[in-house]
């Protein structure tokens, strides 16, 4: 069954993938395909819950619907896979019906910005207190690879059989631009700074968006002759640019062209309830409770 | 100096569950000293899994297993592993959710 170099250590008995501990055993191996880079993301999150110290009773995960939205299936956290485009709603309903919880919001492109693009927008205005980790493979992978509103212009879709003409969203300038404290991108080459930045935007308080880019070697590559899943890792490797504090207006994504990525944006805004607390507590004054505050305290 | 004690050992080693790997290659592409390669069997699903080519180049990174998409491969350090085996430990050690 398995392949050790280690004589004496039985796999799974003595010594155990570290990530293990945190996925749903019994529904591994999962079902991206081969070349898939979500579940190096994944990985990358598990080991930054790891690294970020948090309790994982409170720790909440939303998913949509799509190749992404099946992470809360295989992460073994309190989790919540929710209709198409209604992760963010849903995960600010659990944010403020229980405060203590730190929500995370996993899902893919097409589910964050087209179905619930709405959502995401008026998430990051009122700077909810979620994490948003948007796994970017430019096109709506379980449905048959469709144009999403992040295609690049140029590649082939199915729905696209000359090249996409639409004008795709940049989305780190979307959500630096409705009001997110924190605004990153990595791709699936860069595990250790995306972990990094995944840890970080665990500990942050306030609205975290962080922008993977993944390939998808059976849907958006294969159609657009790009080679395997590794392939487009390497293409990620020879031409990302890490720049960190750059302006968000100018990491726009073209067909195959030059990947800025880094930390974008880390700034410091009161969240909803912090924002609803000092306001009622200002206009009603001692007839106001705030609300959450625990969590604030923490 | 004996022959023995100048032959060159790895400071680390990789465990793999065969059966849950794809085959995407990531492994083998960015292991940072090249240490692995295909193997020429397939697993039950039709792929060719990683195997230790160069066990002497092996760190022990766990690179590979960051990579990793399947959570199928990972690295560790033969310094953290004589760690994790106690010399008379009856119960297993499986990590349990922390």
Same mark, same amino acid.
């Given at each position: 069954?398995?392949?050790?170099?280690? /004589?004496?250590?039985?796999?799974? &008995?003595?010594?155990?993938?570290?990530?293990?501990?945190?996925?749903?055993?019994?529904?591994?191996?999962?079902?991206?395909?081969?070349?898939?880079?979500?579940?190096?993301?994944?990985?990358?999150?598990?080991?930054?819950?790891?690294?970020?110290?948090?309790?994982?009773?409170?720790?909440?995960? +939303?998913?949509?619907?799509?190749?992404?939205?099946?992470?809360?299936?295989?992460?073994?956290?309190?989790?919540?896979?929710?209709?198409?485009?209604?992760? $963010?709603?849903?995960?600010?309903?659990?944010?403020?019906?229980?405060? %203590?919880?730190?929500? !995370? !919001?996993?899902?893919?492109?097409?589910?964050?910005?087209?179905?619930?693009?709405?959502?995401?927008?008026?998430?990051?205005?009122?700077?909810?207190?979620?994490?948003? +980790?948007?796994?970017?493979?430019?096109?709506?992978?379980?449905?048959?690879?469709? +144009?999403?509103?992040?295609?690049?212009?140029?590649?082939? =879709?199915?729905?696209?059989?000359?090249?996409?003409?639409?004008?795709?969203?940049?989305?780190?300038?979307?959500?630096?631009?409705?009001?997110?404290? *924190?605004?990153?991108?990595?791709?699936?080459?860069?595990?250790? =700074?995306?972990?990094?930045?995944?840890?970080?935007?665990?500990? %942050?308080?306030?609205? &975290?968006?962080?922008?993977?880019?993944?390939?998808?070697?059976?849907?958006?590559?294969?159609?657009?002759?790009?080679?395997?899943?590794?392939? @487009?890792?390497?293409?990620?490797?020879?031409?990302?640019? $890490?720049?960190?504090?750059?302006?968000?207006?100018?990491?726009?994504?073209?067909?195959?062209?030059? $990947?800025?990525?880094? %930390?974008?944006?880390?700034?410091?805004?009161?969240?909803?309830?912090?924002?609803?607390?000092?306001? #009622?507590?200002?206009?009603?004054?001692?007839? *106001?409770?705030?609300?959450?505050?625990?969590?604030?305290?923490? | 100096?004996?022959?023995?004690?100048? !032959?060159?050992?790895?400071?680390?080693?990789?465990?793999?569950?065969?059966?849950?790997?794809?085959?995407?290659?990531?492994? $083998?592409?960015?292991?940072?000293?090249?240490?692995?390669?295909?193997?020429?069997?397939?697993?039950?699903?039709?792929?060719?899994?990683?195997?230790?080519?160069? /066990?002497?180049?092996?760190?022990?990174?766990?690179?590979?297993?960051?990579?990793?998409?399947?959570?199928?491969?990972?690295?560790?350090?033969?310094?953290?592993?004589?760690? #994790?085996?106690?010399? @008379?430990?009856?119960?297993?050690?499986?990590?349990?959710?922390?």
């Amino acid at each position: 069954m398995s392949a050790t170099e280690a /004589p004496g250590f039985k796999l799974g &008995v003595d010594i155990d993938n570290p990530v293990m501990p945190y996925l749903r055993r019994d529904r591994i191996p999962h079902i991206w395909c081969p070349g898939c880079g979500i579940g190096t993301t994944v990985n990358c999150f598990a080991r930054a819950l790891t690294e970020s110290g948090l309790n994982l009773d409170e720790v909440a995960i +939303v998913s949509g619907i799509g190749c992404t939205g099946r992470v809360a299936g295989y992460l073994n956290l309190d989790s919540f896979h929710t209709t198409h485009g209604r992760a $963010i709603p849903f995960a600010t309903g659990l944010k403020l019906a229980n405060p %203590k919880l730190k929500v !995370v !919001v996993y899902s893919g492109d097409g589910d964050l910005f087209a179905i619930g693009g709405n959502h995401f927008v008026h998430a990051a205005r009122r700077n909810m207190d979620i994490m948003v +980790v948007c796994v970017n493979n430019f096109t709506y992978g379980m449905t048959g690879g469709q +144009v999403a509103p992040t295609t690049p212009l140029g590649p082939t =879709q199915t729905t696209m059989p000359y090249g996409n003409f639409e004008n795709p969203f940049n989305l780190p300038f979307l959500a630096d631009a409705c009001g997110a404290v *924190y605004v990153a991108r990595w791709t699936v080459y860069h595990v250790k =700074q995306l972990t990094r930045a995944m840890k970080e935007g665990l500990n %942050k308080k306030g609205f &975290v968006f962080i922008e993977a880019l993944s390939p998808c070697p059976t849907l958006y590559s294969r159609r657009n002759r790009l080679g395997d899943g590794v392939d @487009q890792v390497k293409y990620y490797k020879e031409k990302s640019v $890490i720049k960190n504090d750059a302006n968000t207006k100018d990491v726009a994504l073209g067909f195959q062209s030059e $990947i800025i990525v880094g %930390k974008f944006v880390d700034r410091e805004r009161p969240t909803w309830l912090e924002a609803m607390n000092e306001h #009622l507590g200002r206009v009603l004054g001692e007839r *106001y409770t705030p609300y959450g505050v625990t969590h604030v305290e923490d | 100096m004996s022959e023995a004690e100048t !032959v060159r050992r790895g400071k680390g080693t990789i465990f793999l569950r065969i059966e849950i790997c794809k085959g995407c290659s990531y492994c $083998i592409d960015f292991c940072p000293t090249h240490c692995l390669e295909f193997s020429r069997e397939f697993n039950r699903k039709g792929y060719h899994y990683p195997v230790l080519a160069r /066990p002497e180049d092996c760190t022990g990174c766990d690179l590979c297993g960051l990579y990793c998409p399947d959570f199928a491969i990972f690295g560790v350090r033969f310094k953290d592993l004589e760690k #994790l085996k106690p010399p @008379q430990g009856p119960e297993p050690l499986i990590p349990t959710r922390p």
